[in-house]
């Protein structure tokens, strides 16, 4: 599972706009953004890079001016993190994943009316909730709110919920497949609308949707024990660690 992952992390990467290698890791860039959460690098599951492949990877980060930022799921190339480590990379999270297989998936009973966005409304209102369910972490954008219609035209989904006055009150998003396997992530909801199901709700209809796409597996990360629970609820179980190293030198 931690190769397929990460296999699926290089795959996801080489979509991006300016995707390119360097030694044996993939680097995602998108000239739309600076973000350093959209642009950062992945290995390829077994690599095992030299300390000049190392700093070509960071010259090619600087040259952009962007912050040098990998995430990688360590177990499929062990010999990654020494490589980094030597380099001055210090560690910015450690997260567990979940894994979601059609046998695992428990749909809520009840649930919250999951919707599909349609027009560009739509997709600036769920940019602009999530942003605000993230406290803030990024500001929404013409460009967010476009990334997310990306994501849907694309072969990817992304859900939520419809609050009382029309706006967003939750949702998520959920990448395209590749090697069998596809990412769920910025699963939101506003403050007022917590504790109506709606993060299940969004959760389930992504993973029902993709498997009825050939996915094998959906996976997530998860940012404390109340969402992890939610996720288990819906069907995901343990997977693996995924790493996340940026070098501020």
């Known amino acids: ?20 290698r360097v030694g044996g890791f993939v ?21 095992g890079p030299t300390d000049a492949d190392v700093a070509d990877l ?12 990998l995430e990688f799921a360590p177990d499929a190339a062990p010999a990654v993190e020494p490589a980094l480590r030597r380099a001055g990379f210090t560690t910015e999270a450690v997260h567990e ?13 009840a649930r919250a009316r999951v919707q599909t966005p349609v027009t560009d409304e739509d ?13 803030g972490e990024w500001a929404p954008s013409p460009e967010g709110a476009a990334r997310l219609r990306r ?18 009150a939750g949702g998520a998003l959920c990448s395209a497949p590749a090697e069998g396997t596809a990412e769920l992530a910025g699963v939101g909801t506003l403050p007022g609308h917590r504790g109506r199901g709606i993060a299940a709700a969004v959760t389930a209809a992504l993973a ?8 094998r597996t959906v996976w997530l990360e998860y940012s404390g024990a109340g969402s992890r ?10 997977g693996g660690t995924r790493m996340y190293l940026r070098h501020e030198g």
């Open 27 to 47: 680097v995602g860039f998108d000239p739309a953004t600076t973000s350093p959460y959209v642009n950062y690098a992945t290995p390829v599951p077994g690599a």
């Open 97 to 109: 994943y979940l894994v979601c297989t059609p046998a695992t998936l428990t749909v809520p009973g």
């Open 123 to 135: 997709y600036v209102a769920i940019d602009t909730a999530l942003s605000e369910a993230f406290g």
């Open 58 to 69: 960071i010259a090619a980060f600087r040259t952009r001016g962007l912050l040098p930022r």
């Open 151 to 168: 994501t849907e035209e694309g072969g990817g989904a992304v859900r939520f919920v419809r609050a009382e006055d029309g706006s967003c």
């Open 208 to 215: 029902e949707t993709l498997f009825a796409r050939g996915a």
């Open 1 to 20: 599972m931690h190769t397929d992952v990460q296999s699926f992390a290089v795959a996801h990467l080489l979509r991006r706009p300016a995707a390119h």
């Open 229 to 238: 629970r939610v996720y288990e609820r819906v069907g995901f179980r343990p």
